[in-house]
């Protein structure tokens, strides 16, 4: 099982002078599901862009399997992301689009990536385009393209937005996979109870602040 590790010590970042994290210090270890708990403008998906190095901290630092985030590497080297809206390009088949995006970094056997559209109930051989999709089968793809090739990093902001109670079924078993394989998972969810049922650690975010850890 493959280990993986981050570190985060006292992150901080504003806005046009408006505080967003403050002093936030977390570790995260592999094989474990961290949820992030918390109101809309909490925080929650500013530390979750933090983590993708898709945004750089005024203070404090990020360290990922010992490397620094924008010192050592500018990104995460192994991470599947799910933030807000997925987007894909929409004349092209689901089957198609994460083919694209495996073509760019890993070159998955096309088994594998008809493997993992099942796994969040899509059909790999269906011929519609992305634009003819239903939004639970867009969340579906997204949370598809993000598991693909089982990441050490999967974060993934509002994963059940959407989807059916089958589909949460499946997203679960997506998630004890990744568990056994030794990925760290990050999500976000409104749904308190689905949330704790998801995750082995809750952090809550207020202001900024993780004022919580259980």
Do not use: W
């Amino acid at each position: 099982m493959k280990t993986t590790s981050i570190q985060i010590s006292k992150a901080c970042k504003s806005i046009k002078g408006t505080p967003i994290l403050q002093e936030v210090s977390v570790e995260m270890k592999s094989g474990y599901v961290y949820g992030f708990q918390g109101k809309n403008g909490s925080g929650k998906t500013m530390l979750m862009r933090a983590i993708c190095g898709l945004i750089s901290l005024d203070s404090g630092e990020i360290v990922i399997n010992g490397e620094r985030l924008h010192k050592d590497i500018s990104f995460p080297r192994s991470i599947g992301v799910l933030i807000e809206n997925p987007a894909f390009l929409n004349n092209m088949t689901g089957f198609q689009n994460l083919k694209l995006l495996s073509d760019i970094k890993d070159r998955l056997p096309d088994e594998e990536i008809s493997d993992t559209l099942a796994s969040v109930g899509l059909d790999p051989d269906d011929k519609r385009v992305y634009r003819k999709y239903s939004l639970g089968m867009k969340q579906k793809l997204g949370i598809a393209a993000a598991v693909m090739g089982s990441p050490d990093i999967v974060i993934l902001d509002e994963p059940i937005n959407a989807i059916d109670l089958d589909g949460v079924e499946l997203v679960r078993s997506i998630l004890s996979d990744l568990k056994s394989k030794g990925s760290i998972v990050i999500i976000a969810c409104h749904d308190r109870e689905e949330l704790e049922a998801l995750s082995d650690v809750i952090l809550s975010i207020e202001k900024g602040r993780v004022v919580d850890e259980k």
